[in-house]
């Protein structure tokens, strides 16, 4: 059995306790407490432990968080050099179409020059046609195409 005056102690203990809790100025009872000094005396190795990194990231919002990254700071801090220093050059060969990029350009190149090579050419023949109209001292130049080809002296 359970000594009485043990009882009523305890009792009159619940009671002082709760008068005291509802006496507390809670607002008031934390504006004096030393925040610092709590912070201060937490374990931060061991609160992280405890945390769930998965659950933490599924309430992060990536979008929102990805627009607020400043990419050209971002990419300030890339060292292009050794970047490139990275790249495996032969597996980059290996699957580049080197033919197909050499023809292109090769082609790109090739028509650039045949055109200004046409172009020299319809000059020249220009030029030669006007020193031959003046040497056989013709009033009229010729036509520049056949009659069939300029325009509206088509055959009907």
């Known amino acids: 059995m359970t000594d009485p005056a043990?009882?009523?102690?305890q009792q009159i203990t619940d009671r002082v306790v709760e008068l005291v809790v509802n006496a507390l100025d809670v607002n008031e009872l934390v504006a004096r407490v030393d925040?610092?000094?709590?912070?201060?005396?937490?374990?931060?190795?061991?609160?992280?432990?405890?945390?769930?990194?998965?659950?933490?990231?599924?309430?992060?919002?990536?979008?929102?968080?990805?627009?607020r990254v400043d990419v050209g700071a971002v990419l300030d801090r890339v060292d292009v050099n050794d970047l490139v220093k990275r790249i495996d050059m032969a597996a980059l060969v290996e699957e580049t179409d080197l033919g197909a990029v050499i023809a292109r350009s090769s082609g790109g190149v090739g028509s650039?020059?045949?055109?200004a090579l046409r172009s020299q050419a319809v000059g020249l023949d220009r030029f030669?046609?006007?020193?031959?109209?003046?040497?056989?001292?013709?009033?009229?130049?010729l036509p520049s195409a056949p009659s069939t080809l300029l325009p509206g002296k088509a055959e009907t």
Do not use: Y
Not at 6 to 9: D, I, P, Q, R, Y
Not at 128 to 141: A, E, G, N, Q
């Open 112 to 115: 650039a020059a045949l055109d």
């Open 35 to 67: 925040l610092n000094a709590v912070i201060g005396a937490v374990d931060i190795d061991e609160v992280l432990t405890k945390i769930d990194l998965n659950t933490l990231l599924d309430r992060v919002d990536l979008d929102d968080l990805i627009r």
């Open 128 to 141: 030669i046609d006007r020193w031959v109209s003046r040497l056989l001292r013709r009033k009229h130049p």
């Open 6 to 9: 043990e009882v009523l102690a």
